[in-house]
């Protein structure tokens, strides 16, 4: 613990023997946040800041030119899509007026997972990217990370957050397409990479764009010419951009802990006595951000088509990227910043609302086989909706999900629950949920930003 800290506990506890006994906390609360948690003391070089801006609202960086990052983690959504499983390339509108596409264009399929908001991921201890956190980062030494592109992994990438941004252009149902529908998705042929030929494609769009060109230039001194620019260019200037967009500290838990007794109320604070005591919310939502970064099965409901699409529609999480089948349905500890504008909750986006998933840790069994499926947000389309909640109902799969639980029932009143629920609302960090000043009124490639 450095002395500047230990000076802020001492003399919050000075300040705190001042107030009434429903505001002193007992239990041990995180260290605050400050700038060198994140890459580049969260403050990356302004070009490559703003080139990373570009890209991830560009929807040339998709094989058909119909969506972008944005689309999925949307700045007016709190960096969600706001549907418990989205939809991907093909898809029309943004949030809850999502379609599915119609015609030849309409989309295959639902994204088997939610998409996760993007708060805080530049900071260095988020090692684990995606639910099942098959990607893998490196808090001291940020390059070093393991991501599944096997030989084709490219040199020179940052840090995870970088890594993982060169997966979601590659996939099809996300932003490549389908073979047949542009040069992108045709480029991969046997023998000729997973990854490779697609990041090309991509590139050589990018490369003949002049505005681009100078661009890149600006973030990296060592492009001289278009062809100097690397898929590990786009990545980290994503990683930039995500680092200090979507940096989000300030939320009246930080005054908190900053020294501000008075930025919670009584209530809230017998909520984070409950939340870091009692309740035991912290054996797994611990440490700055709320999160283990490690993997747990607490019992979620299982709809929408998995993330592999077949039979059984099942989810296995942590086990796709540990192998281990004790790890079957284990996901990633979501972090709770902004965790009340951020719905819908969980892997696969079962819950609603925020006291929905919050009651559901208090009895995780009973939950899973009571769950409402009609609380679940999809763009409706017949074919799909026939099978978005067969993994559910398949007694098997739902059995199977609930002897790795590891929740205990949790009995606690409806007063604490509000109370928990109120302290939750305290992890807001206003400002990062006023993001539509990211938003470019025009990006190089021309292509309409709004849908
Ligand atoms: C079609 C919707 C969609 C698009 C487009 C999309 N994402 Fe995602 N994103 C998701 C989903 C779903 C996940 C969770 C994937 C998983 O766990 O397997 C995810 C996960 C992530 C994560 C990991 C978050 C975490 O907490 O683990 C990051 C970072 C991310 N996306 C960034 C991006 C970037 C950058 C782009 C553009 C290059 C992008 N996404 C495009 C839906 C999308
Ligand atoms: C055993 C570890 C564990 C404990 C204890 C735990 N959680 Fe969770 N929590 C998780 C995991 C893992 C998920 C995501 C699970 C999934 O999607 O399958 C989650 C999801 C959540 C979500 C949804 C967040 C999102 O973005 O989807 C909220 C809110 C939440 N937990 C709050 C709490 C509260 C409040 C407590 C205390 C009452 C608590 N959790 C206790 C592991 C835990």
Redesign the pocket.
């Given at each position: 613990m450095t002395r500047s800290i230990k000076n802020n506990l001492l003399s919050r506890s000075i300040a705190l023997t001042v107030l009434t006994s429903a505001q002193v906390f007992a239990g041990s609360l995180p260290s605050p946040v400050i700038d060198s948690d994140y890459y580049d003391n969260g403050d990356p070089a302004p070009a490559k800041y703003e080139l990373g801006r570009m890209l991830f609202f560009d929807k040339i960086m998709s094989g058909n030119r119909n969506i972008s990052c944005a689309t999925c983690h949307n700045p007016l959504l709190a960096t969600t899509d706001g549907l418990s499983l989205g939809i991907g390339e093909g898809g029309r509108f943004i949030g809850p007026y999502r379609t599915t596409g119609s015609g030849d264009d309409a989309v295959p399929g639902r994204i088997g997972r939610?998409a996760?908001?993007l708060y805080n991921l530049g900071a260095r201890e988020f090692i684990h990217l995606n639910?099942q956190g098959i990607m893998e980062g490196n808090a001291d030494k940020p390059s070093e990370i393991s991501i599944p592109a096997g030989p084709e992994k490219p040199d020179g990438l940052d840090n995870v957050l970088a890594g993982q941004a060169l997966f979601p252009i590659a996939n099809i149902n996300e932003m490549i397409g389908q073979r047949g529908e542009n040069e992108i998705a045709d480029s991969v042929r046997p023998g000729n990479g997973r990854f490779r030929p697609i990041w090309e494609g991509y590139l050589k769009r990018i490369r003949a764009i002049p505005e681009y060109v100078e661009l890149f230039q600006a973030a990296y001194p060592n492009i001289s010419l278009p062809d100097d620019i690397k898929i590990a260019h786009y990545a980290n200037a994503i990683a930039a951009f995500e680092t200090r967009a979507f940096r989000a500290d300030n939320s009246r838990f930080d005054q908190y802990l900053r020294g501000g007794v008075d930025a919670l109320s009584p209530k809230e604070v017998e909520g984070m006595n409950?939340?870091y005591g009692a309740?035991?919310?912290?054996?797994?939502?611990s440490g700055k951000f709320q999160t283990?970064h490690s993997?747990?099965?607490?019992a979620?409901p299982q709809i929408g088509p998995g993330p592999e699409a077949r039979m059984p529609l099942e989810d296995r999480?942590r086990t796709e990227a540990s192998r281990e089948q004790s790890d079957f349905?284990?996901?990633?500890?979501?972090?709770?910043r902004n965790?009340a504008h951020?719905a819908?909750?969980?892997?696969?986006?079962?819950?609603a609302t925020?006291e929905g998933?919050?009651r559901h840790?208090?009895n995780a069994l009973e939950s899973l086989d009571n769950y409402d499926t009609s609380q679940a947000l999809m763009p409706s389309r017949s074919d799909l909706d026939e099978i978005d909640f067969q993994g559910y109902e398949d007694v098997s799969l739902r059995d199977k999900i609930a002897q790795n639980n590891?929740?205990r029932p949790?009995p606690?009143s409806d007063a604490e629950v509000s109370a928990?629920i109120a302290f939750?609302h305290t992890l807001t960090d206003t400002d990062s949920l006023n993001l539509r000043k990211l938003i470019p009124s025009q990006v190089p490639s021309g292509i309409a930003v709004s849908d």
């Open positions: 939610h996760p908001h639910w409950l939340f309740a035991g919310c912290d054996s797994c939502h283990d993997f747990h099965n607490i979620m999480g349905a284990k996901f990633k500890t979501p972090s709770l965790v951020t819908p909750y969980g892997h696969s986006g079962a819950f925020l998933v919050v840790h208090l590891e929740l949790n606690l928990l939750l």
